[in-house]
């Protein structure tokens, strides 16, 4: 299936590891020139050789998206060498595990800043473009704490589930200007994200690394983590031409972790 997004511009998030890594190969895979953003100048650069390997043009950014001031200079950047980004995946890295009570003010402001405003602001930045074309994507990865709030980690739980609000929000203000807003969210996957939370939940709980993985996958209908690449498979066609009539959903690709029916 052509996905129609060849030669189109991605911006992607968290691209250092992990999901956004997966999802910026990915999206080189189907055409698409990619500008990988992210906190290591080494893993990103491992992230934009797989992106040229797959026949594509890549962009590295240093990007710490608790900085507001590196944004419009990167986006700058990306216009100036790649073009215009017709396709932003919003992709941020978690808070560290903590109860939701007895958060200090601060520790909540600094975690919206990251994980909240910087999405919003960029997304902002680039949708004038996108109107202006009249075909744009973005997409926002959160997590299944957004839907089905997981213990410990009650800054995630709250700020990802502010993301689908907002998502949602955005659908209604420019699906008429050809741009569709998505949320994509992971259950558990092979990350190093995931295994540093096995690694803390094992730690409160005095059990191996591997009882925690065990038990947390005997939890899924399929049984097994998911790997990387069949979350950006997901992740890449909702930002494919071929999903131009899907916008204000919530896609979940959990391996059947959640189980509420909506």
Same mark, same amino acid.
């Given at each position: 299936?052509?996905?129609?997004?060849?030669?189109?511009?991605?911006?992607?998030l968290g691209a250092?590891g992990?999901?956004?890594?997966?999802?910026?190969?990915?999206l080189?895979?189907?055409g698409?020139?990619?500008?990988?953003?992210g906190? %290591? +100048?080494? @893993?990103?650069?491992?992230t934009?050789g797989?992106?040229?390997q797959?026949g @594509?043009?890549?962009?590295?950014?240093?990007?710490?998206?608790g900085?507001?001031?590196?944004m419009e200079?990167?986006?700058?950047?990306?216009?100036?060498?790649?073009?215009?980004?017709?396709?932003?995946?919003?992709?941020?890295?978690?808070?560290?595990?903590?109860?939701v009570?007895?958060?200090?003010?601060?520790?909540?402001?600094? %975690?919206?800043?990251?994980?909240?405003l %910087?999405?919003?602001?960029?997304t902002?930045?680039?949708?004038p473009?996108?109107?202006e074309?009249?075909?744009?994507?973005?997409? !926002? =990865?959160?997590?299944?704490g957004?839907?089905?709030?997981?213990p410990?980690?009650?800054?995630?739980?709250?700020?990802?589930? =502010?993301?689908?609000a907002?998502?949602k !929000?955005? @659908?209604?203000?420019?699906?008429?200007?050809?741009?569709?807003?998505?949320?994509?969210?992971?259950?558990?996957i092979?990350?190093?994200r995931?295994?540093?939370?096995?690694?803390?939940?094992?730690?409160?709980e005095?059990?191996?690394?591997?009882d925690?993985?065990?038990?947390?996958?005997?939890?899924?209908?399929?049984?097994?983590?998911?790997?990387?690449?069949?979350? +950006?498979?997901? +992740?890449?066609f909702?930002?494919?031409d071929?999903?131009s009539?899907?916008?204000?959903a919530?896609?979940?690709?959990?391996?059947g972790?959640?189980? =509420?029916?909506?």
């Open positions: 299936m052509d996905l129609g997004i060849t030669g189109r511009t991605a911006l992607v250092s992990g999901l956004g890594s997966a999802i910026a190969v990915r080189a895979g189907e698409a020139n990619v500008a990988v953003a906190r %290591s +100048a080494d @893993a990103l650069a491992a934009a797989r992106v040229e797959a @594509a043009k890549a962009l590295p950014l240093q990007w710490d998206l900085d507001p001031d590196r200079p990167n986006v700058a950047d990306v216009e100036r060498i790649l073009g215009p980004v017709e396709i932003l995946v919003n992709n941020t890295g978690g808070p560290p595990p903590t109860p009570a007895g958060q200090e003010a601060e520790t909540w402001r600094d %975690s919206f800043d990251t994980m909240v %910087s999405v919003i602001a960029l902002d930045r680039v949708l473009g996108m109107r074309r009249g075909w744009g994507r973005i997409l !926002t =990865s959160t997590s299944s957004a839907l089905s709030p997981i410990n980690l009650g800054l995630s739980n709250t700020l990802r589930a =502010s993301l689908h907002w998502s !929000t955005l @659908a209604d203000e420019v699906g008429r200007d050809g741009i569709t807003s998505n949320v994509i969210v992971p259950g558990r092979a990350t190093d995931t295994r540093f939370l096995d690694e803390r939940r094992a730690a409160r005095q059990r191996s690394v591997e925690v993985a065990r038990d947390s996958a005997a939890t899924m209908a399929l049984g097994r983590y998911g790997r990387p690449e069949e979350y +950006a498979d997901a +992740a890449v909702l930002c494919s071929r999903a009539y899907i916008t204000g919530v896609l979940r690709v959990d391996g972790l959640i189980r =509420s029916i909506v």
